[in-house]
C-alpha cells in the first residue's frame, strides 16, 4: 500500500496568512494526488485535482503543485471559512490512501 | 443535482451484520465507479471498498476483505454495502463517494451514515 503523510498535522494561523501544507508519498504517484476540506460534522470537500487542477466551484487562493512523490496544498489568503483539516489521497493506486489530516485552527 | 444519500447505519452487537444503502440521483449512475470511505470517531478518512458501473469489478480494503460485500443496483440508482462479522474496529461514519468522469478525485460524497458496533 502507498503511504501518504501530510505535514504538519495541526496549525494555527490567523486571518490573511499564506499557508503550506505538505504531502509525502511512500512511493511514485505521478500526479495522481486529490485534496479535500472536511468541516466538523460534515462530508469531503474535493479542492484538487490531478495534484494541480483546481475542482469547479473552488475560489482560487486554493491552489496545489507536485508531482511524484511530494506535493504541496496553498492558501493564498486564509479566510475565516477555510479554518477545517485538510487531507491528501492518491488515486495512482488500490488500495486509495488518504493522508492523516492537517487541521487548521485559528490562531 | 447530484446527490448522494446513505442510510441504514445503526447500533449494531459485535458479530452481527449491517447493510448501507447509498441512493443517488442527478446523474447517469452506470457511468460512475462509486467507494465507500468511512471515518472512525475523531481519526481520518480510510478507504474500504469500491465498484465499477456495471458492478462486475470490485476492490476491498484488506481490513474488511471476507466481512464487507459492495453491490449496486442501476436500475434502482443504489450502492449497497453488506457488512457482515461486525468488530468494534468497524465503528465509523461511512460515506459513498462518486469518482469524478475526468479525474480520479471523489467529486460528490453522500452526507456520512454512523455504524456503532458494540454490546
Known amino acids: 500500500d502507498i503511504r501518504m503523510t501530510q505535514s504538519p498535522s495541526s496549525l494555527s494561523a490567523s486571518v490573511g496568512d499564506r499557508l503550506i501544507i505538505t504531502c509525502r508519498a511512500s512511493?511514485?504517484?505521478?500526479?495522481?494526488l486529490n485534496w479535500y476540506q472536511q468541516k466538523p460534522g460534515k462530508a469531503p470537500n474535493l479542492l484538487i485535482y490531478a495534484a494541480s487542477s483546481l475542482q469547479s466551484g473552488v475560489p482560487s487562493r486554493f491552489s496545489g503543485s507536485g508531482s511524484g512523490t511530494d506535493f504541496t496544498l496553498t492558501i493564498s489568503s486564509l479566510q475565516p471559512e477555510d479554518f477545517a483539516t485538510y487531507y491528501c489521497?492518491?488515486?495512482?493506486?488500490?488500495?486509495?490512501?488518504f493522508g492523516q489530516g492537517t487541521k487548521v485552527e485559528i490562531k | 443535482e447530484v446527490q448522494l444519500v446513505e442510510s441504514g447505519g445503526g447500533l449494531v452487537q459485535p458479530g452481527g451484520s449491517l447493510r448501507l444503502s447509498c441512493a443517488a440521483s442527478?446523474?447517469?449512475?452506470?457511468?460512475?465507479?462509486i467507494h465507500w470511505v468511512r471515518q472512525p470517531p475523531g481519526k481520518g478518512l480510510v478507504w474500504v471498498s469500491r465498484?465499477?458501473?456495471?458492478?462486475?469489478?470490485?476492490d476491498y480494503a484488506d481490513s474488511v476483505k471476507g466481512r464487507f460485500t459492495i453491490s449496486r443496483d442501476n436500475a434502482k440508482y443504489t450502492l449497497y454495502l453488506q457488512m457482515d462479522s461486525l468488530r468494534a474496529e468497524d465503528t465509523a461514519v461511512y460515506y459513498c463517494a462518486r469518482v469524478s468522469a475526468y479525474s480520479y478525485g471523489f467529486d460528490y460524497w453522500g452526507q456520512g451514515t454512523l455504524v456503532t458496533v458494540s454490546s
Open positions: 465498484i465499477n458501473g456495471d458492478g462486475s469489478s470490485t
Open positions: 512511493q511514485s504517484i505521478s500526479s495522481y
Open positions: 442527478g446523474f447517469t449512475f452506470r457511468s460512475y465507479w
Open positions: 489521497q492518491q488515486s495512482y493506486s488500490t488500495p486509495v490512501t
